[in-house]
């Protein structure tokens, strides 16, 4: 058989004592697990910046190889559109222009000259489209 006592205990005027050498520990320690708490996150984020600037980089190169090719396409367009011989045909069978005969070119704008190289004759023009008036 066991005997219990109860004792009322009455701390109500107890007053806890700051040691200040512990206070000082707890702040040093905080301070220091903040430190480092910064420090990895600083790390941190510059390793994600870094892996998102990478991903930007890649997207930028892939967007001027896409432009670069654009570009080559639309020179060889440009370049099957000036082609004189595309010219000529497209002249002949949708505008209806014949090439120029000997006599049909006059140059009426230029003045005669004696020092200057002498006027184009249709002789060598012979290959110039000249529109017909069928349309």
């Known amino acids: 058989m066991e005997i219990y006592f109860v004792q009322q205990i009455d701390n109500s005027r107890v007053v806890r004592v700051a040691d200040p050498q512990r206070r000082r520990e707890q702040r040093v320690l905080l ?4 430190v ?3 420090l990895g ?10 892996v998102r600037l990478g991903y930007q980089l890649e997207a930028a190169r892939q967007q001027a190889a896409s432009l670069e090719q654009w570009n080559r396409g639309l020179e060889l367009q440009q370049a099957a559109l000036r082609n004189p011989d595309r010219i000529y045909t497209l002249a002949q069978a949708q505008l209806g222009m014949q090439t120029a005969q000997p006599g049909q070119i006059l140059a009426m704008d230029v003045a005669p000259t ?22």
Not at 31 to 34: L, N, P, Q, S, T
Not at 41 to 50: D, K, L, V
Not at 122 to 129: E, F, I, R, V
Request: net charge positive; charged share 10%.
């Open 41 to 50: 996150f600083g790390y941190a984020w510059q390793r994600f910046e870094m």
């Open 114 to 135: 004696t020092t200057g190289p002498a006027p184009a004759l249709a002789a060598n023009t012979a290959s110039l489209p000249v529109a017909t008036g069928n349309r």
């Open 31 to 34: 301070v220091g697990v903040m």
């Open 36 to 38: 480092v708490f910064a």
